[in-house]
């Protein structure tokens, strides 16, 4: 089905623009008598040439969309006039141009959760089943607050784990380059130097080993960087094949030190997502496909489906989940204990609240870790390497003297 760009004239004479869905332009001319507007100018949408990749939209900019559009719709005003405002005092002109496009399909009778799919890098499908969620049940302002509140948990979750990053990443791109600098321009300097006080022949093991390891990666280094290009581009190929990501995500979650983190971090999402949509009244099934696809784990998400298809048969939810192995025992009996006492989604945003509190701790100490360990490996890599260039010096020295 097209999309057709319409302009029309009420009976007052007022006019009116908008974008309809529609088969032809006659059916879209149709719809417009229907409304009592009489169609000036009917014509098909043209496709947007994009090259910008991922949301337009920051989450923070989100965020402070709903909250805004909630306390609108709490004050009594109608959805329409809401977006209207909304999409006039935006500094993202990309947000406003799309809060346009959905108040014109409002205003030809489409419901607001449809409108919102239609844009997906923006509204993901957990956004468009809340807000369906809220429209039924005549809560859109409740539901909108409970969105923001779980956006703001997932970034405050994402930023726990960046910051954690950035120190153990800066100090490892600095010893790269300072290791690159040492063997392609120290090291040959000082070879040059020893070469005119008597060859190499006579140096210690440990400078000529050092020397040889320059000179191999000097003469290599377009195959070395090759071979670390090709090592990228065959993991993100890896990336896209189902077998490929189930092998990662599973060393993900299993590698030591690292995978107690990751896991903690899986139930975190898949805890507080569930818990704010069996909150909203979205159905235990519908919620279990939005989170096992929002999970951002392969293995998590096999474990998340194969438990809908055990809800499905008509068990519970905690026994499939125990079988799964993917989720600690604790976390599956405090979702059986929601169960029965019919407190899921108060059971699960517990849960997450505790994992949230987890991960913090987790992210901290792996960096505590990780910060020493960086600095003893690259400071002996760094040590050998000014140990092995000034040993020659100091025989040199004690010839000298010995004269």
């Known amino acids: 089905m097209a999309e057709w760009v319409w302009e029309a004239r009420s009976r007052t004479g007022e006019v009116r623009k908008g974008i309809m869905e529609a088969d032809s332009p006659d059916l879209v001319n149709s719809r417009l008598k229907a409304q009592q507007l009489s169609p000036v100018k009917v014509k098909k949408k043209p496709k ?34 809401c977006l209207e405002i909304l999409s006039s005092q935006g500094d993202n002109k990309a947000f406003n141009g799309v809060l346009k496009e959905i108040k014109a399909y409002v205003e030809q009778g489409g419901t607001f959760s449809d409108a919102l799919k239609k844009h997906p890098k ?6 468009v089943n809340l807000v369906a969620a809220g429209e039924m049940g005549g809560i859109l302002d409740t539901i909108l607050n409970r969105l923001a509140i779980y956006i703001e ?37 000082f070879r040059e130097m020893f070469a005119e006080f008597g060859g190499e022949d006579q140096l210690p093991g440990l400078t000529q080993t050092v020397i040889a390891m320059s000179e191999g990666f000097v003469s290599n280094v377009h195959w070395i960087l090759l071979s670390m290009f090709g090592a990228i581009a065959g993991f993100t190929y890896s990336r896209k094949t189902n077998g490929g990501r189930h092998f990662w995500d599973k060393l993900l979650l299993t590698v030591p030190i690292l995978g107690p983190v990751m896991r903690k971090i899986a139930v975190a999402r898949f805890t507080r997502t569930l818990g704010t949509l069996l909150g909203s009244g979205v159905p235990i099934l519908d919620a279990l496909n939005i989170v096992g696809k929002a999970a951002g784990n392969v293995i998590v998400e096999d474990a998340i489906l194969k438990t809908s298809e055990k809800i499905r048969e008509g068990r519970t939810m905690a026994e499939p989940l125990m079988e799964t192995g993917v989720f600690p025992s604790m976390v599956v ?60 010096i100091f025989d040199i020295a004690g010839k000298v003297r010995a004269d």
């Open 48 to 81: 947007e040439f994009n090259l910008s990749f991922g949301s337009p939209v920051s989450e923070k900019e989100l965020v402070v969309f709903i909250r805004q559009f909630a306390t609108m719709i709490d004050a009594g005003l109608p959805l329409v006039q």
């Open 122 to 127: 923006i509204f993901d499908s957990l956004f």
């Open 153 to 189: 948990k997932r970034v405050q979750l994402k930023r726990q784990v960046r910051s954690a990053m950035v120190y153990p990443s800066a100090v490892l791109g600095v010893a790269v380059a300072i290791i690159f600098v040492m063997m392609t321009w120290v090291i040959p300097s």
């Open 333 to 392: 009996q405090m979702i059986g204990v929601g169960e029965q006492t019919g407190a899921m989604d108060t059971m699960l945003n517990k849960v997450a609240d505790f994992y949230e509190d987890e991960v913090d701790v987790a992210v901290g100490a792996l960096t505590s870790l990780l910060e020493p360990i960086m600095m003893v490996v690259i400071g002996g890599i760094v040590g050998v390497i000014l140990i092995s260039m000034y040993l020659p």
